[in-house]
T-cell receptor, first 115, second 111 residues
Framework: KAGVTQTPRYLIKTRGQQVTLSCSPI?????VSWYQQTPGQGLQFLFE???????NKGNFPGRFSGRQFSNSRSEMNVSTLELGDSALYLC??????????????FGNGTRLTVT | SQQGEEDPQALSIQEGENATMNCSYK?????LQWYRQNSGRGLVHLIL?????REKHSGRLRVTLDTSKKSSSLLITASRAADTASYFC???????????FGAGTILRVKS
């Protein structure tokens, strides 16, 4: 089985722009979670989707949004980018009903740099 | 906020030695998971231990869980240079449906 695929791998944007990141989960996985990783804050939970429904959301501003499609692929969008949004954005899929009760399978992330 | 907190923050050992990392958490949990991350890449799942389990093994890895002390440990035996990575524990928050990661332990295995 192919692993979790995240595109693009690297992205450079300027402040005020918006960005869309894409994630293709492992085939058959219906749960997709997103995390932001920075040196200062570590891994922070963004949101989780299951069967196109957002099940959980972390403590991020409304500029961060996401969605999941019927084929379980997911996208996250960040609008009005700020310098502090520079981070590694990780997507993970799981076979369970939620990320908390079964292993997460991570992609290699999208490295976003905001200048 | 982070649920699990790893200790030590960094660990440097010689190849062949054992490495022990600890994780403490604040609320009751359903399960606890350990992950490894090589520099700049995604996390790899190592072991999931449920709250009613006390110990689990996987190859050179041994995980223990003490729910009375709200702590877990990850032991890597006979370490190899390839074990050099960051190790994270992750817990589900009580009544929550999300996985929260600790700050991680950076392990360096010198050959």
């Amino acid at each position: 089985k192919a692993g979790v695929t995240q595109t693009p791998r690297y992205l450079i944007k300027t402040r005020g722009q918006q960005v869309t990141l894409s994630c293709s989960p492992i085939s058959g996985h219906r749960s997709v979670s997103w995390y932001q990783q920075t040196p200062g804050q570590g891994l922070q939970f963004l949101f989780e989707y299951f069967s196109e429904t957002q099940r959980n959301k972390g403590n991020f501003p409304g500029r961060f949004s996401g969605r999941q499609f019927s084929n379980s692929r997911s996208e996250m969008n960040v609008s009005t980018l700020e310098l502090g949004d520079s981070a590694l954005y990780l997507c993970a899929s799981s076979s369970g009903l939620g990320s908390y009760n079964s292993p997460l399978h991570f992609g290699n992330g999208t490295r976003l740099t905001v200048t | 906020s982070q649920q699990g907190e790893e200790d030590p923050q960094a660990l440097s050992i010689q190849e062949g030695e054992n490495a022990t990392m600890n994780c403490s958490y604040k609320t009751s949990i359903n399960n606890l998971q350990w992950y490894r991350q090589n520099s700049g890449r995604g996390l790899v799942h190592l072991i999931l231990i449920r709250s009613n389990e006390r110990e689990k093994h996987s190859g050179r890895l041994r995980v223990t869980l003490d729910t009375s002390k709200k702590s877990s440990s990850l032991l890597i035996t006979a370490s190899r240079a390839a074990d050099t990575a960051s190790y994270f524990c992750a817990t589900d928050k009580e009544y929550g449906n999300k996985l929260v990661f600790g700050a991680g332990t950076i392990l360096r295995v010198k050959s």
